[in-house]
T-cell receptor
Framework: EIVLTQSPDFQSVTPKERVTIACRAS??????IHWYQQKPDQSPKLVIK???QSFSGVPSRFSGSGSGTDFTLTINSLEAEDAATYYC?????????FGQGTKLEIK | EVHLVASGGDLAKPGGSLRLSCVAS????????MYWVRQAPGKGLEWVAQ??????????DYAAPVKGRFSISRDDSESTLFLEMSSLTIEDTAVYYC????????RGQGTLVTVSS
């Protein structure tokens, strides 16, 4: 089973800052990593797929990068509404797995 | 708008069964690989099962904890994804969500399954 380790577990940031969340896979997974945003008491929402592909309707300040074992979710010019827990998820091999989550607090 | 709305969650006894549904709208459901993810109270996300599109063979895959007890299926004519759950255990207590990587949902709604005696 591929283990995904996110860092940090928690981050407190101010609006307009640039934030990066890392996700490291225990073995190479190509670009088969996806990022979810889960706001408090809401359903998770996909924000990035296949490492760097964005979705229509997701703000352009969200971007993803990486390949192999190391991946990054970047949020440029953070807004208060970005307060959430973010999860990475690999679909390279079964069983698909998730990272433990990174909680983002806005100061 | 893309909607993925799950339903069918309920209180069930250990050993019982439930059938979850997820009605999709706003995209071409028949082309989409679909999957279920669950979240136990206060915990992170856990992948449960996946089903391919019919044109891709409709392959199904399951997480180890649910293999042999859960069955994922789809009705493309109704744009609906299903999860048949049997031999439920307390560890299956969670909110269940459905997803596709084809699009992201403007409105996603999970359904709560509680297994308790």
């Amino acid at each position: 089973e591929i283990v995904l380790t996110q860092s940090p577990d928690f981050q407190s940031v101010t609006p307009k800052e640039r934030v990066t969340i890392a996700c490291r896979a225990s073995q190479s997974i190509g670009n088969n990593i996806h990022w979810y945003q889960q706001k408090p008491d809401q359903s998770p929402k996909l924000v990035i797929k296949y490492a760097s592909q964005s979705f229509s309707g997701v703000p352009s300040r969200f971007s993803g990068s990486g390949s192999g074992t190391d991946f990054t979710l970047t949020i440029n010019s953070l807004e208060a509404e970005d307060a959430a827990t973010y999860y990475c998820h690999q679909s390279n091999s079964f069983p698909h797995t998730f990272g433990q989550g990174t909680k983002l607090e806005i100061k | 708008e893309v909607h993925l709305v799950a339903s069918g969650g309920d209180l069930a006894k250990p050993g019982g069964s439930l059938r979850l549904s997820c009605v999709a709208s706003g995209f071409t459901f028949s082309s989409a690989w679909m999957y279920w993810v669950r979240q136990a109270p206060g915990k992170g996300l856990e992948w449960v099962a996946q089903i391919g599109s019919r044109t891709d063979g409709g392959r199904t895959d399951y997480a180890a904890p649910v293999k042999g007890r859960f069955s994922i299926s789809r009705d493309d004519s109704e744009s609906t994804l299903f999860l048949e759950m049997s031999s439920l255990t307390i560890e299956d207590t969670a909110v269940y969500y459905c997803f596709t990587r084809l699009v992201t949902a403007d409105r996603g709604q999970g359904t709560l399954v509680t297994v308790s005696s």
